[in-house]
């Protein structure tokens, strides 16, 4: 059965090999993003069940746009990946040295882009329709250690707080809910470390989890929301 899948952040690193991922499954890919790469770019014209749309997720316009086709459509939405998300190298300090006004913008994209995809898209979600959400083990509360990047944090448990009232209020549409943390990747997000490190994952890597355990959501608990990219349950 062809799928009919969202991703957010499409244009490079996780989201760019979520997208080819379910290319190579046969699915029809509507890819977000806010640069589209050539890399992106040259995927589309290789493949006919892929769209790709510029869009800031920040912006209600930009993504009432970017999803036009995809509600012209009108077809149920299998799996909406948001992806899409923005890091500082500069918050790695204290809250002394911390920009907090750049905070608000980095909340907007992390936590109420997913959001306003969702929104965007919610009479295509249904029974079935899963949401995905790339969160972080640093929104984690209950896991927390860091002494610094206060907004990056933030924002990813915000993202995880709007995910769980999601899938409160998707019960009674049997569509569900589900925040990954992707693992430490290599990608410039990651940052140099992550290309040196054994202990860092390919976005090809986590992509090709993720998609595994989304695809095969059934044998997930519901109450299981909050997990790795290998299924390792994470406190909020
Ligand atoms: N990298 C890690 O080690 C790590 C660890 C934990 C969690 N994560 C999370 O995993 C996700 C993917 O990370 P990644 O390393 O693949 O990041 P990445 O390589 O920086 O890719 C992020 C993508 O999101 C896009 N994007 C950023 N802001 C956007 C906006 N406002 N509207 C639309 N698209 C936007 C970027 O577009 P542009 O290129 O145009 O900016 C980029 O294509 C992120 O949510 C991140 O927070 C990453």
Redesign the pocket.
Not at 134 to 138: N, V, W
């Given at each position: 059965m062809e799928r009919t899948i969202i991703v957010?952040?499409?244009?490079?690193?996780?989201?760019?090999s979520i997208a080819r991922k379910h290319l190579d499954m046969g699915d029809r890919v509507y890819a977000?993003?806010?640069?589209l790469?050539d890399e992106l770019r040259s995927l589309a014209e290789a493949s006919e069940k892929l769209s790709i749309y510029q869009?800031?997720?920040?912006?209600t316009e930009?993504v009432a746009e970017a999803v036009k086709d995809v509600l012209a459509a009108g077809r149920q939405l299998n799996i909406i990946y948001?992806?899409?998300?923005?890091?500082r190298f500069e918050d790695k300090t204290g809250l002394e040295h911390t920009d907090l006004d750049a905070g608000l913008h980095m909340f907007n994209?992390?936590a109420l882009?997913a959001l306003r995809i969702c929104k965007a898209v919610w009479p295509l979600i249904q029974k079935g329709t899963l949401v995905v959400n790339?969160?972080?083990?640093?929104g984690s509360i209950g896991g927390s250690r860091r002494k610094q990047e206060y907004c990056?944090c933030m924002s990813?448990a915000a993202l995880n707080m709007g995910a769980k009232i999601l899938s409160n209020e998707l019960w009674d549409r049997s569509a569900r809910v589900i925040n990954f943390?992707?693992?430490?990747?290599r990608?410039?997000?990651?940052?140099p470390g992550?290309f040196a490190s054994k202990h860092?994952v390919s976005?090809d890597e986590s992509a090709e989890n993720i998609v595994n355990i989304a695809v095969n959501i059934d044998e997930v608990p519901r109450d299981q929301m909050f997990m790795t990219h290998t299924g390792d349950i994470l406190p909020w």
């Open positions: 957010t952040g499409a244009g490079r690193g996780l989201g760019y977000i993003d806010y640069n790469t869009c800031d997720i920040g912006s930009s948001n992806v899409a998300g923005i890091y994209v992390n882009g790339i969160s972080s083990e640093a990056y990813k943390h992707p693992g430490w990747l990608t410039p997000m990651g940052g992550a860092s976005p």
